[in-house]
């Protein structure tokens, strides 16, 4: 099986865009998860989807988003880009049997 | 406040040696506790998954310890390998917080020749 990909792997923006990020979990996988790590915080939780619902939800504001297709797809929102938002962007989906989590390789973002 | 603490925050060994990582943790109501290995510029790989009925468990050279009692685990690694560099990061969730997890800051491993 393909493992979990992500898209775009870098990106560049400038404050007050927005962005977003593609994720696509392994198939048969129908929980995706999404994490933001930085050198100062380590991994942080942002939220969990499963079955196209948002199951779980992390300490972040309202300006980080995201969705989930039927085809398990996910994608994540960030609108009024800041500084502090440049962040390596980790997605995850789930096999529901043995409860492993398998992570994408990151999304880069810098925000100038 | 649910948290993770990890120690040593890096370590340095030769190849070949033995080493061990501690993480301890004050998530309650426990429900599993995770050891991952990032290798630099690369996403997380789960190494093991421990429920609170499990105390140890191996996956290769890799073998993680729990006691739910004192809220501590630890990752031993054994006859470590130059790929064995990484960051170790060890996660906790607590029960009905689905994938509300709860991460260390992670060890930073070095295995010199």
């Known amino acids: 099986k393909a493992g979990v990909t992500q898209t775009p792997r870098y990106l560049i923006k400038t404050r007050g865009q927005q962005v977003t990020l593609s994720c696509s979990p392994i198939s048969g996988h129908r929980s995706v998860s999404w994490y933001q790590q930085t050198p100062g915080q380590g991994l942080q939780f942002l939220f969990e989807?499963?079955?196209?619902?948002?199951?779980n939800k992390g300490n972040f504001p309202g300006r980080f988003s995201g969705r989930q297709f039927s085809n398990s797809r996910s994608e994540m929102n960030v609108s009024t880009l800041e500084l502090g938002d440049s962040a390596l962007y980790l997605c995850?989906?789930?096999?529901?049997?043995?409860?492993?989590?398998?992570f994408g390789p990151g999304t880069r973002l810098l925000v100038l | 406040k649910n948290q993770v603490e990890q120690s040593p925050q890096s370590l340095i060994i030769l190849e070949g040696k033995n080493c061990t990582l501690q993480?301890?943790?004050?998530?309650?109501?426990?429900?599993?506790l995770r050891w991952y290995k990032q290798d630099t510029g690369r996403g997380p790989v789960s190494l093991t998954i421990?429920?609170?009925?499990?105390n140890t468990k191996s996956n290769g050279r890799y073998t993680a310890t729990l006691d739910a009692d004192t809220k501590q685990s630890s990752l031993h690694i054994t006859a470590s390998q130059l790929s064995d560099s990484a960051s170790y990061i060890c996660?906790?969730?607590?029960?009905?917080?689905?994938?509300?997890?709860?991460f260390g800051k992670g060890t930073s491993l070095l295995v010199t020749p």
């Open positions: 995850a989906s789930e096999d529901g049997g043995t409860k492993t989590q398998y």
């Open positions: 996660v906790v969730s607590a029960i009905n917080s689905g994938y509300a997890l709860n």
């Open positions: 421990m429920t609170f009925s499990e």
């Open positions: 989807y499963f079955s196209e619902t948002q199951r």
């Open positions: 993480c301890n943790y004050t998530v309650s109501p426990f429900s599993n």
